[in-house]
């Protein structure tokens, strides 16, 4: 049986499942909920401050996330915003725990030969997406040494 991925939140002693029973426009709403939250100054929970961060890290997708989600499944060229701001929540999972082992020691050299983390993000996301992609593609999980040999030749 496969488990959803879990999200621990950095500084959190609680682990929530992103995933637990949502289909993908339930998650979608949840992006859209907390940038909603944001934009009007509501509380949020830890994981909506999560997601209203990144949103806001990416001002091309704000817009977006104002729109229903039958309206971003329209084939216009427009990246997936949802799957862009999923990689940067996974990879940031996996910086939090260092998993795999190792990851976050080469953040930090991308960080300092960049001078800028969500760039460094973005050069890593490239790669765990393409990890994945491999991985759906051929049917088995993500090989953890091929990905962060790819991330160290970056």
């Known amino acids: 049986m496969r488990r959803a991925p879990l999200v621990r939140l950095a500084g959190q002693d609680r ?3 992103l995933h637990a029973g949502q289909d993908r426009e339930a998650l979608r709403a949840a992006w859209r909920e907390a940038w909603r ?3 009007q100054g509501l509380p949020l929970e830890p994981l909506q401050a999560q997601l209203a ?3 806001a890290m990416h001002p091309e ?3 977006q996330m104002q729109h229903a989600a039958n309206e971003l499944a329209q084939a216009d060229g427009r990246a997936n915003a949802f799957l862009h701001l ?3 929540l996974a990879l940031r999972e996996q910086l939090a725990t260092n998993r795999p082992a190792g990851i976050a020691q080469i953040h930090q ?3 300092a030969a960049a001078g800028d983390g969500h760039a460094a993000e973005h050069r890593m996301i490239e790669v765990l997406g393409q990890s994945l ?3 759906q593609r051929a049917g088995r999980m993500p090989d953890e040494q091929r990905y ?3 991330l160290r030749r970056l």
């Open 109 to 111: 050299r991308l960080v």
């Open 15 to 17: 682990i929530m499942n």
């Open 148 to 150: 962060l040999e790819s």
């Open 86 to 88: 999923s990689l940067h």
């Open 61 to 63: 997708y704000q817009q």
């Open 53 to 55: 961060d990144l949103i």
């Open 37 to 39: 939250r944001h934009q």
């Open 133 to 135: 992609w491999e991985a």
